[in-house]
């Protein structure tokens, strides 16, 4: 019996998983990728690297590259894109932001295993190693550039800046011992990906918005997992910043706070049940 492609053996049933890779039904890892307006990192190549580095691997995947209502030709490139590869397909949602974008991926994901990642490949899809020995001992791990170990590569200082500070006000107000709750590779055991990013409140409600949106829900994806007992793992990954004019610091961080402060009002009114 081959030794599990993602993790220690003793962990998951040998039977079946052998089963699930030989027979390919079910994919082992599906990887969900939301994309918006992303005509210029096509143009760089960007996405290759996906399923360039999962064909390679000894276990079945998926690759669902959600589009969130691209106003330029995303969602026509993707779609040439997934002719070219195998195991890729294109889901189409109307404009509701990152949030409601993957969750319908996670909504569609046939995997054992789920993980997001970010189109622009900031970190690498092959930084997946460092995070799938943990399971199934932890429910969910995460990425953190903050953690001893992390690599942080061409990053703006008022990015780096905005980052301390926003963290500094997650660990106060909603979950401490996290780090880094905002770098975007977090894979999940299907079930509790699919339970809980059915119960987000602040956003993932189906409602279209107008432009980029860059928001918190990470913080409150991780504070209902840890207030329904879920065992989280932070380990540090590479990451490299990528040039973009959707982030705006100020009002950036004024939404992410006040998307923190949602969290917590939510929590004191009982809507995390």
């Not at 690599?151 to 963290?167: C, P, Q, T, Y």
């Not at 997992?225 to 990954?237: C, D, N, Q, T």
Request: charged share 25%; proline share 5%; aromatic share 10%.
């Amino acid at each position: 019996m081959k030794p599990n492609p993602l993790g220690p053996q003793s962990s998951l049933d040998s039977t079946r998983t052998a089963r699930k890779l030989t027979e390919g039904k079910l994919p082992y890892l599906s990887v969900i990728i939301p994309a918006y307006n992303e005509e210029p990192n096509f143009e760089k190549g960007l996405l290759e690297a996906v399923p360039k580095y999962l064909e390679k691997q000894n276990y079945s995947y998926e690759i669902l590259i959600v589009d969130d209502g691209s106003l330029d030709q995303t969602a026509k490139l993707c779609q040439g894109f997934a002719q070219k590869h195998k195991n890729v397909r294109v889901i189409k949602n109307p404009h509701q932001g990152k949030a409601e974008t993957v969750k319908k991926g996670v909504q569609e994901a046939g995997g054992e295993y789920i993980l997001f990642t970010d189109f622009d490949q900031a970190t690498p899809i092959s930084e997946i190693e460092k995070l799938m020995p943990f399971f199934p001992q932890y429910d969910i791990v995460i990425g953190s550039r903050q953690l001893p170990g992390a690599k942080r590569e061409k990053e703006s200082l008022h990015r780096h800046l905005m980052g301390l500070v926003f963290n500094m006000i997650v660990q106060t107000i909603a979950v401490r011992g996290i780090w880094d709750t905002q770098a975007g590779f977090k894979c999940f055991k299907k079930e509790v990906a699919k339970e809980l990013f059915g119960q987000l409140k602040v956003y993932g409600k189906g409602k279209q918005i107008q432009g980029a949106l860059v928001t918190a829900f990470d913080v409150e994806l991780l504070f209902i997992a840890r207030k329904k007992g879920y065992k989280i793992k932070e380990v540090p990954i590479m990451w490299h910043a990528v040039e973009t004019t959707r982030v705006s610091p100020l009002k950036d961080s004024v939404r992410m706070f006040r998307d923190v402060l949602k969290v917590r009002l939510n929590d004191i009114k009982g809507v995390y049940k």
